[in-house]
């Protein structure tokens, strides 16, 4: 009987043993809930999810018979709702360098007339003449840059948020005018310009180490879908065909 005894205490303590071993066993979903956040739930805020009161919108008014002022508006519109403090930051790269290159040769051109007006003529030739080449060297240079550089981008931002690490965005968009696919001379939605825009954005981390998402989408509308008759822009619809595609590019979408 002793024997029995002591062999059942045994199996009663292997068997807690056992059962606390299968109980200090991680479970599939426990390990699932401890792996790093994935980079889709550390995408920042969109524009969509940020209205714009109807209070901070002034009404803009344009010739809509007119494609380069329909355009302007557009371009003018996009830079007001992506600039907005909580979204991103413009950078003003491009102006910058072609207003020094134009101010530059402003320098040049009236340095060089004030030397020709105050010294004698043959004597101020050859210095007049390096200014003249100079200031057309900056001339063709500034040219150079607006149209293969710059070309048709019309806003550049970035942004910089914190969850559990910095991340950082950047986002550049381009647009042009399309013609309509069918000319008539009276005016009507279906021979209405379009307005296109191109979004380029990249979402990284460790100062541009590791890439968090990239995406590149492409969209197109009529003029007519923004403005009416009169030339009032319709901001609301617009700034949700903006966002919508901005958001696209920030869920990673290539197009």
Not at 63 to 82: F, G, P
Not at 125 to 153: D, M
Not at 163 to 177: A, D, F, G, P, Y
Request: proline share 5%.
């Amino acid at each position: 009987m002793a024997r029995s005894k002591k062999s059942a205490q045994a199996l009663n303590i292997d068997g807690i043993g056992s059962s606390s071993h299968a109980t200090r066993t991680p479970s599939p979903s426990s390990s699932r809930t401890r792996s790093p956040l994935s980079p889709e739930s550390e995408r920042p805020v969109g524009p969509l999810s940020l209205a714009v009161s109807s209070a901070d919108r002034d009404i803009v008014k344009v010739n809509n018979a007119n494609a380069t002022e329909l355009k302007n508006a557009c371009d003018d519109a996009v830079k007001r709702y992506l600039s907005r403090p909580e979204l991103f930051k413009q950078i003003h790269l491009h102006t910058d360098v072609r207003l020094g290159l134009g101010w530059l040769s402003v320098f040049v051109a009236a340095g060089t007339a004030l030397y020709g007006y105050k010294v004698d003529f043959e004597k101020s030739k050859p210095v007049v003449s390096i200014g003249l080449v100079v200031y057309i060297i900056l001339t063709v240079i500034q040219t150079l840059y607006a149209f293969f550089v710059e070309g048709n981008i019309i806003f550049v931002g970035k942004r910089k948020s914190f969850s559990k690490r910095i991340i950082t965005e950047r986002i550049q968009l381009s647009s042009s005018t399309l013609s309509p696919s069918t000319k008539s001379h009276s005016p009507s939605p279906a021979n209405s310009p379009s307005y296109q825009l191109a979004v380029s954005y990249v979402r990284s981390t460790n100062g541009g180490k590791s890439l968090l998402a990239k995406g590149r989408t492409k969209s197109s509308k009529a003029f007519s879908a923004f403005f009416d008759e009169q030339g009032t822009m319709d901001q609301e619809a617009f700034e949700r065909w903006v966002g919508d595609l901005v958001e696209q590019g920030m869920d990673g979408k290539l197009a």
